[in-house]
């Protein structure tokens, strides 16, 4: 039988899960101590729709017309609101692509971009 506290790591894995939420099931710490559970669907959902095109952790992207996700939490006056509003807006050019994220998954998303933000950030040197 399997433990609870060790059923959504599991899960997360099936679905192309989080690295950090293996990671912590891996030590032995409770999936979601330090992240919300809104965070790692999000990021669960970036590694799955995003990753191909942006970074989603730091770095370069895969395409460099694709602006990192730490670029754009990093963005200065972007709060929840307009993040959300750009996620639900910024990939409606049809001639460049044609992804929509469906409006449940914006708030997971949003959440999980902003863990990205840092007061330091420098954006990378190519």
Known sequence: MVKNHLLI???LLAAGGSSMVMAQAME???PGAS???AEIRGEAFAQAHCAQCHSI???FSPRPESPSFAHIVNTAGLTDETLNYWLAHSHNFPA???FTIA???IDDLAQYMLTLRD???QP???
């Open 57 to 59: 952790e730091t770095g």
């Open 96 to 98: 460049m692509m044609d």
């Open 119 to 121: 007061e330091s950030y």
């Open 103 to 105: 409006p449940e998954q």
């Open 124 to 126: 990378p040197v190519q």
């Open 35 to 37: 992240e919300s559970t």
């Open 9 to 11: 790591p599991l899960l």
């Open 28 to 30: 032995g710490e409770e």
